[in-house]
């Protein structure tokens, strides 16, 4: 992978002040630099990824309650039918998570490029794009020169510090390259180890679920997944020699998936990576076009107060304390509005009947706009940036 571009790609602008900064951010993030189609999709990707992992623990709670006496209460179904059902919640789970996981290789590899061709890998990403974040993950030395502007870090030379402030700030920030590629080799892994039951949950539920681990702790249970390829799986894998019989010929790769604590404490692990992952890199490069791709540094908003946004640490006293002075100096000149997002749908007048018709028959309306139409679209989209 080419190392990308700096994150803070300052353009050639007057200095501003965080009051002029106020006043251009919206024409700033709307410019070719940004756009606000790459706004609006950095702010859904992470509202979503968080609402997809609050999903997955609510999905653990019920997995729980399955697990409980209160489920013959609550439940008409047989023991078998009970644990295929915690199974297959569970592999839904796992799914779900899969699909942050890609969904976070797929922001890596758009922020690393054009901000503007962002909103078209998300609409409809390659698989090849998330093999480019595996590679490079794989690839520490190159992983590091490419992280600092996929965490969307700044361009020091832009904050005006002194030496010793500098090297306070390098320090603290390679602290966060560190830790994102920790997490992001524990993900990697998770990701390939469970691409098989990832693919039969998807293509074919060829899944079997409700088995137990004939008493060999911690598993409490199992499920297996059957694919077939002539290519090695990936992830962790252990050969076999010998060939199946028929009627097993049908199948190739079985991949065997424990249902126990480790494995949840495994998950939760991930999901926590994912999550932080992922607010960290859309509000890093959401802070960057906030600050008119001028000086910043990593912040989070927690009520009407902007804090230091630190992935990583622990960190000594004194590097604490100097990097909490350097950021409430630099803090000073940035901005970090509350992110809001409105749509505004103008339809023809014709389509209106149409659409509400199937709206209140509990049917989905699906627009098209054909692009060898010449004549305008059935609706406007306004995004408001406030």
Same mark, same amino acid.
């Given at each position: ?130 093999? #480019?974040?595996?590679? !490079? ?5 190159? =992983?590091?020169? %490419? $992280?600092? +502007? /996929?965490?969307? *870090? ?14 306070? #700030?390098?320090?603290? !920030? ?5 830790? =994102?590629?920790? %997490? $992001?080799? +524990? /993900?990697?892994? *998770? ?25 060999? =702790? ?169």
């Amino acid at each position: 992978m080419r190392p990308p571009k700096d994150c803070s790609r300052v353009h050639k602008l007057q200095k501003l002040s965080r009051e002029q900064k106020l006043e251009r951010r919206k024409e700033f993030i709307a410019s070719k630099a940004f756009t606000e189609a790459t706004w609006t999709t950095l702010i859904l990707f992470n509202q979503n990824v968080q609402a997809m992992t609050r999903l997955i623990e609510a999905e653990g709670l019920m997995l729980k309650e399955l697990q409980s006496e209160a489920w013959r209460e609550k439940y008409a179904m047989t023991e078998a039918q009970r644990w295929e059902t915690i199974h297959l919640g569970y592999v839904d789970s796992l799914s779900k998570l899969m699909m942050c996981i890609e969904g976070l290789f797929v922001l890596m590899y758009a922020v690393a490029r054009d901000y503007r061709k962002l909103p078209r890998f998300f609409t409809r990403y390659q698989l090849s794009q998330v093999d #480019v974040i595996l590679r !490079l993950i794989a690839s520490p030395q190159q =992983a590091r020169r %490419a $992280l600092w +502007r /996929i965490l969307g *870090f700044p361009n020091l030379k832009y904050l005006q510090l002194s030496a010793d402030d500098r090297k306070t #700030v390098m320090e603290v !920030l390679n602290v966060n390259v560190e830790t =994102a590629l920790k %997490a $992001l080799t +524990r /993900i990697r892994e *998770f990701y390939l180890d469970h691409l098989t039951v990832y693919g039969k949950f998807k293509h074919g539920l060829s899944l079997l679920l409700g088995l137990p681990s004939n008493g060999q =702790a911690p598993v409490e249970s199992l499920v297996y997944a059957f694919d077939r390829s002539s290519d090695r799986p990936r992830g962790t894998v252990i050969p076999m020699t010998e060939k199946l019989n028929s009627p097993f010929e049908w199948f190739n790769i079985l991949q065997i998936i424990p249902y126990s604590d480790p494995a949840f404490n495994t998950i939760s692990g991930i999901l926590n990576d994912v999550k932080g992952l992922a607010f960290a890199v859309t509000n890093n490069h959401l802070t960057w076009a906030e600050n008119c791709g001028q000086d910043y540094l990593p912040a989070k908003r927690e009520d009407d107060k902007a804090h230091a946004l630190v992935y990583g640490g622990p960190f000594s006293e004194d590097i604490k304390q100097a990097y909490n002075r350097i950021f409430v100096q630099v803090a000073e000149k940035m901005t970090l509005p509350v992110r809001t997002i409105a749509f505004q749908f103008t339809l023809k007048r014709e389509k209106v009947p149409e659409a509400f018709k199937r709206l209140t028959q509990g049917n989905t309306v699906t627009f098209w706009i054909n692009p060898q139409q010449k004549t305008g679209p059935y609706f406007e989209r306004v995004p408001t940036i406030t």
